[in-house]
Every structure is written in structure tokens, then in C-alpha cells.
């Protein structure tokens, strides 16, 4: 009796050594991790453009049933977006009509977003074209749409801006797309680490060092459109379009500006 309580007694002891001895933790191989997935590049973007079957080649083809918005709204351009052939270049596209009771003349605000929070990977613009239709359906303007970059104080009023002015009076229907010569093209940009903080979601990844680059375009991306608003008008006025030429000096323009004071003298 005395023997069994003591092996009972043991085993009990022998159980609660193994239920506090702490299993080491074995790492799970990086392999299997979950991953973010790298970013589309631009010939990713023309690949997948590539690939899709245009349903216009003339601008009677499309469909104008949106009415340009009253201020600049956000469009996503790609996989699944109408593709048309233009003059043998193929383009996602916006169609719409303009509001028949504007007073002319007016302007369309456009912003290009980055396709990477960081302009030092692969990011690229969708550069717009617009094309001025009559309500035949016929070309009276298209311009490749100069774009300048201007940073505010949160992504929704940075990116690349620009604008249209509609000022004839023929003009029903615009068409947003890309030329040849704008997906082939770049965008100046430059931005400053000391101006943008990663510590917030809202603004852009800033950059290690300051200085300038040159953004490529690409076929598809993020777009906003409609008619000029207050803030677009101060973006657009503010932007950065290119460097700034090369001075000759304070004293030169001190010089230039006054030059009825005695530079002898100093």
C-alpha cells in the first residue's frame, strides 16, 4: 500500500516537471512568410496593355454618357479599364462630355499620381493627353498635357498637375488618354527629405537625400479629372515644371535690381 502511494506520488511529480518545461520556439522559414508583392513596373504595365483587346479606334466609338465632374474626381486606369487604338497606339481612356451651360472660357484640372509611394523605385506617371471634340464627334484640339509636380501637405493635394483650357465654343466631348509621345516621355520631379516625413501615411515616402529626378511614364495609373476648382488652380500655379536655371550671384542681382547705389564701395 505504502509503495503504491509512493509511486503515485511520483508520477505525479514527474508530470507536473514535464507540463513547466518551456519548448523552445523554432522560427518558420522566411520562404513561406507572407510577402509583399514588388511593384508593377512599366513594362509590367505595357505587357498587361498589351494584352487587352481595344474596343474603339475612332472617337465616335466611345461613350460620353459621364458629364465631365464639376470638380477633379479620382479614376483608376488599368487592368479592366476600355482600351482604345488611336493612331495605332493602344491607350486607356476617359470619356466626357462637357457641361453645356459653362461659361467660356474654362479649365479641366488634371493630377497624375505616383505608382509607388517612393520615386526612387520603379514608379511611373499615366501622362494624359486630351482631345477637344465638336458634336460630330470631330477633333478641334488635342494637346499632351504638361505635367508639374507640386507636394501639399498630404498625398490627396500632391502629384503631377496640369490643365486644358476650353475655349471654343464647338467643343461637346473631351477624351482623356495617352499619346505615343507621352507614354514614351518623362516628368520632372524633385523632393525634399527634409519636407516629408515617413512617419505619416498620409504623406509621400520621403526621399534619403533631396534632389531631382525624372519620372517615366507609363501606360496606366491613378488620374483625376473635372473642371477647375480653387486648390487645383494654387497646385497648378505652385507646380515644379523643370530646375531652376543657374543664377549669377546675389551681388550680380542686388546689381541688376539697384543700380544706382556705389557697388565701388563695397
Known amino acids: 500500500m505504502r509503495l503504491r502511494l509512493l509511486l503515485t506520488l511520483a508520477l505525479t511529480l514527474l508530470l507536473g516537471a514535464c507540463h513547466s518545461v518551456k519548448l523552445p520556439s523554432i522560427p518558420l522559414p522566411t520562404n513561406i ?59 486607356y481612356f476617359l470619356a466626357f462630355a462637357l457641361p453645356p451651360d459653362a461659361k467660356l472660357p474654362y479649365k479641366i484640372a488634371l493630377k497624375s499620381e505616383l505608382s509607388s509611394r517612393s520615386v526612387m523605385s520603379s514608379s511611373y506617371l499615366f501622362a494624359p493627353s486630351v482631345v477637344q471634340l465638336d458634336d460630330a464627334f470631330q477633333p478641334i484640339d488635342s494637346q499632351d498635357v504638361k505635367l508639374c509636380e507640386y507636394m501639399g501637405w498630404s498625398s490627396s493635394d500632391s502629384g503631377a498637375f496640369g490643365s486644358v483650357a476650353i475655349t471654343d465654343k464647338r467643343a461637346r ?18 523632393q525634399s527629405a527634409s519636407t516629408f516625413s515617413t512617419s505619416s501615411t ?65
Open 33 to 91: 512568410l507572407p510577402q509583399s508583392p514588388p511593384p508593377k513596373t512599366v513594362a509590367d504595365a505595357k505587357k498587361q496593355l498589351d494584352q487587352a483587346t481595344p474596343c474603339c479606334t475612332s472617337f465616335a466609338d466611345f461613350s460620353y454618357q459621364t458629364r465631365l465632374p464639376w470638380r477633379p474626381q479620382q479614376f483608376v486606369l488599368g487592368n479592366g479599364s476600355p482600351v482604345a487604338a488611336i493612331n495605332g497606339i493602344r491607350s
Open 173 to 190: 466631348y473631351v477624351v482623356v488618354y495617352s499619346s505615343g509621345k507621352q507614354q514614351a516621355d518623362n516628368t520632372y520631379w524633385e
Open 202 to 266: 498620409s504623406t509621400p515616402e520621403a526621399v534619403s537625400m533631396g534632389g531631382s529626378y525624372k519620372i517615366q511614364h507609363g501606360p496606366d495609373g491613378t488620374v483625376w479629372v473635372g473642371m477647375m476648382d480653387k486648390n487645383y488652380a494654387e497646385a497648378v500655379n505652385k507646380a515644379v515644371c523643370g530646375k531652376a536655371p543657374q543664377g549669377e550671384g546675389l551681388l550680380h542681382t542686388l546689381h541688376t535690381d539697384l543700380p544706382h547705389l556705389s557697388w565701388s564701395s563695397l
